[in-house]
């Protein structure tokens, strides 16, 4: 099969710290275009917008899409109306039905929809899930806490409505756990801290419950700094399974099993390979549900107004 003739739509902060790197290294796809406003990258052909891009006489076959989830379900349709493959940042989407929406339409249209969860691809995460499916799993308990200032230094639009404030990392924690667990689980609390001045939260804290019942507690906040805090701790009968590091490192009954540098981005960039070739989808989203539920049920806590 020919490589994939890629663009990016979007050249920002993560299309530049990961997503470039991961596609020079991965067989099977070439990056041809990119449709950014104010960015530009040597080598390529270079675009505005989606539409220009997609109007153009440049040959490409997939997009992938590393905007803000606010907008990106017109650049997604866009792409498949003009039969393109779509691979998607995660949040999918700003909204469920939008998401769906799109998985019904790369359906129709025979083409792939990639909803990507790149911390599902951290070398943790599939080991982790082996072993919980042979132990009896007590309680989970995630901490996701970060410096807002450190990671999302001017970006205005994680604090607009869709942007999702401190769901934007919490949402990686939960794409673990929905994976990592061998039940589905359902939220019974939540409570919203949202800065005076902003939309989106900047904490938030959860409780779900399994179908069998196992507590499952999360707690996210943007305001650590320090060390910073992405571990998820499983209690099981046979002693903890603990996932630190965002998941890339696994600890079992309090002895280091797993330390592997980030793969994350190459891993998505060669399902998405193989995904394209049998043209099948993969569009999760679970971790959207989750996060929905939480402003569904959300009780609103006001605290200071943050300023970047
Ligand atoms: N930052 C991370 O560490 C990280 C990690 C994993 C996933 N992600 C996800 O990747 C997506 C993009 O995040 P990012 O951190 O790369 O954001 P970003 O630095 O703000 O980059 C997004 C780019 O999209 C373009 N864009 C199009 N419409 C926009 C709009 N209305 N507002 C702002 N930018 C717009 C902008 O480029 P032009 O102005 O040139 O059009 C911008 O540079 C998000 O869904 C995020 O959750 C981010």
Not at 67 to 78: S, V
Request: glycine residues 8%; contains cysteine.
């Amino acid at each position: 099969m020919a490589p994939i003739r890629l663009a990016i739509v979007g050249l920002g902060k993560i299309a530049r710290d990961q997503h470039l790197g991961a596609i020079e290294a991965t067989e099977g796809i070439d990056l041809v275009a990119v449709a950014s406003r104010h960015a530009k990258l040597d080598g390529v052909r270079c675009f505005h917008e989606i539409g220009d891009l997609l109007a153009s006489d440049v040959e490409i076959d997939a997009v992938s899409l590393c905007t803000p989830p606010q907008g990106r379900f017109e650049q997604a349709k866009a792409a498949l109306d003009a039969g393109k493959h779509v691979m998607l940042e995660k949040p999918p989407g700003a909204t469920l039905s939008e998401v769906y929406a799109l998985e019904a339409l790369a359906k129709e249209k025979g083409l792939t929809l990639f909803a990507t969860w790149h911390s599902r691809a951290a070398a943790a995460v599939e080991p982790a899930r082996a072993l919980l499916a042979k132990r009896k799993i007590r309680s989970v308990a995630v901490e996701w806490k970060e410096d807002v200032r450190h990671w999302h230094p001017g970006q205005a639009w994680i604090w607009e409505p869709g942007g999702l404030g401190v769901f934007d990392p919490g949402i990686n924690a939960l794409s673990i756990v929905t994976r990592i667990l061998p039940e589905k689980f359902h939220l019974t609390r939540s409570e919203l801290t949202f800065p005076a001045n902003r939309a989106a939260p900047i904490a938030a804290s959860l409780a779900f419950e399994t179908d069998g019942g196992v507590p499952v507690s999360a707690e996210f906040d943007w305001r650590q700094t320090g060390p910073q805090t992405w571990d998820i701790r499983v209690e099981t009968d046979e002693g903890p399974v603990v996932l630190t590091h965002g998941g890339s490192r696994l600890v079992v009954d309090g002895v280091q099993r797993i330390v592997e540098e980030d793969r994350e981005y190459r891993t998505l960039y060669r399902d998405f390979v193989a995904l394209v070739a049998d043209r099948r989808s993969d569009a999760d989203f679970s971790p959207l549900v989750h996060v929905a539920d939480a402003f569904m049920l959300g009780r609103r806590i006001q605290t200071d107004a943050f300023e970047d």
